[in-house]
């Protein structure tokens, strides 16, 4: 990893705390951005050699053996197509999106054969976007998710593997871009969309006064990019219905078990759900154990 | 707050902890229980000087000031029908119950002339139950609410505020039996039974490995006491489902929306929530502020 020079397109969040965690390694960063600051703030960090407007991003990218795509899922397709004539030969890409099938095979079909890209999700995150907030310390707990295609060769998947080591993430897992949009419907999308859902059900002006822990926690969430989660959704939007469908579906057994005063069902659903979190606690030892 | 004898009936995790503050600031407790264990954990903490059990509890009710009724819902009315006869005049009850309407007004209508109950609403728990998990530092961050009906003496309303405090409650607020079931339904019920939902809602047995963190938020209170929490969401199953129907609506207008794939709603519905869950930072960071 170390001798390798990595070019960090689209540097937010995400694409600055792969700067910090790359050139903390070893690694030569550079970066584009359409955000003068942006570049600024990370060559004062110390986490990017040489910084570029788009305008200027063909000679940084010309020196790249590996170009993170730190941009929106819609962004991608345009972004390669505007700018791969400018790839050095043999380069590796890899992403950062919450999306894979609207994005991977698309982007692998254009994509020049002599570059490829391996997909990844680093599944971290914060309530706000921007460089100025990037820490790669939110990798630590978190899970990297790689997702090959038949199109991937032994060497990039190895190479992602080691990309979300040098990250520092506490778990990396490999699954198919199916398997990742299905599991992201339901774990992360899902989840947000209640979140939403929850926070503008009521608008009683008195309640932040005398909530609790568990509603804090439920809509911590609610705080969301409206720009790239509208994104997110929509890219996924055939998934995530099958999982508000299905969620729905419980919620309306517990609402028709209160109709019918059916305490039975409630404490059956009750200790249901307790044996299944259960699951989630054993993981995260098990992730703590190995970290 | 000193001087007062204090005997809790039913030493769970809430009681235990009302016993452990009250000691430390000061109070004789007393307590009763149908655990002969859970009465000698907290003799052993130095939390209660004597414990008895139910059939012993006629002596510990007499020297008794402040009867704290630390039991289920269902269970308060058969015991103060069963006990009252043992009070001593002028004894103050409060209680810890989870719901309002379908035990306050109840209690004060058979309840003796000469005795007075102020309901209170910890706002404070755990995913365990027992005793032996009791710990006041429960009560550092939370909220502790007073529900005052007409039969209330200013009082016994001033010795509430009064109890929070000693707690050590962040905040206490008081409002009435209705307007306190309905924040409750919304909430603390909804959540519970969103949480709920989410949990049961797909049991593939790869999830627990490729999970972040908003899903492990989201669902923490999945973990739930099925018997106490089938009694309190039927005792207060009007509004938690009046407030299922209003999530229900918002969560389907995600889904139309991601049918017709209408980026702006999307977009409108997350930025409402985002303004909307910075209310509750604001009410946290004064919170914080004041404590």
């Known amino acids: 990893m170390k001798q390798r020079e990595f070019c960090i397109v689209g540097l937010g969040l995400?694409?600055?705390?792969?700067?910090?965690?790359?050139?903390?390694?070893?690694?030569?960063?550079?970066?584009?951005?359409?955000?003068?600051?942006?570049?600024?703030?990370?060559?004062?960090?110390?986490?990017?050699?040489?910084?570029?407007?788009?305008?200027?991003?063909?000679?940084?990218?010309?020196d790249a053996q590996v170009i993170v795509l730190g941009l929106y899922p819609q962004d991608i397709m345009p972004w390669i197509m505007q700018y791969?004539?400018?790839?050095?030969?043999?380069?590796?890409?890899?992403?950062?999106?919450?999306?894979?099938?609207?994005?991977?095979?698309?982007?692998?079909?254009?994509?020049?054969?002599?570059?490829?890209l391996i997909a990844c999700h680093p599944m971290a995150g914060k309530e706000v976007s921007g460089v100025e907030y990037a820490d790669c310390a939110i990798f630590r707990p978190a899970n990297f998710l790689i997702t090959p295609t038949e199109k991937n060769t032994?060497?990039?998947?190895?190479?992602?593997?080691?990309?979300g080591k040098t990250?520092?993430?506490?778990?990396?897992?490999e699954l198919s871009c199916e398997k990742h949009d299905e599991m992201i419907g339901y774990v992360s999308q899902l989840t947000?969309?209640?979140?939403?859902?929850?926070?503008?059900?009521?608008?009683?002006?008195?309640?932040?006064?005398?909530?609790?822990?568990s509603f804090r926690d439920l809509t911590r969430i609610a705080k969301i990019n409206d720009k790239l989660w509208s994104e997110l959704?929509?890219?996924?939007?055939?998934?995530?219905?099958?999982?508000?469908?299905?969620?729905?579906?419980?919620?309306?057994?517990?609402?028709?078990?209160?109709?019918?005063?059916?305490?039975?069902t409630l404490c059956t659903m009750f200790r249901a759900s307790t044996e299944r979190r259960r699951l989630f606690d054993r993981t995260e030892a098990l992730k703590t154990q190995k970290s």
Chains 1, 2 share one sequence.
Not at 192 to 213: F, K, S
Request: net charge negative; aromatic share 6%; proline share 5%.
């Open 84 to 116: 791969q004539q400018h790839f050095r030969p043999g380069v590796l890409l890899t992403d950062v999106c919450g999306v894979k099938r609207a994005v991977v095979s698309r982007v692998q079909e254009i994509l020049r054969p002599d570059a490829e």
């Open 14 to 62: 995400l694409g600055g705390s792969y700067a910090m965690a790359l050139s903390r390694a070893g690694g030569r960063v550079t970066a584009v951005d359409v955000r003068r600051e942006a570049l600024e703030y990370a060559k004062e960090q110390g986490w990017i050699q040489a910084g570029a407007l788009p305008e200027d991003a063909p000679a940084l990218l010309h």
């Open 192 to 213: 947000h969309a209640i979140a939403v859902a929850l926070m503008n059900a009521n608008d009683d002006p008195e309640l932040p006064l005398t909530t609790g822990d």
């Open 167 to 173: 990250l520092g993430f506490a778990r990396i897992t």
């Open 154 to 163: 032994p060497e990039a998947i190895q190479f992602a593997h080691e990309l």
């Open 233 to 264: 959704f929509l890219e996924n939007s055939d998934l995530l219905i099958q999982e508000i469908d299905r969620f729905s579906q419980e919620l309306q057994k517990i609402r028709t078990a209160l109709q019918q005063e059916d305490k039975e």
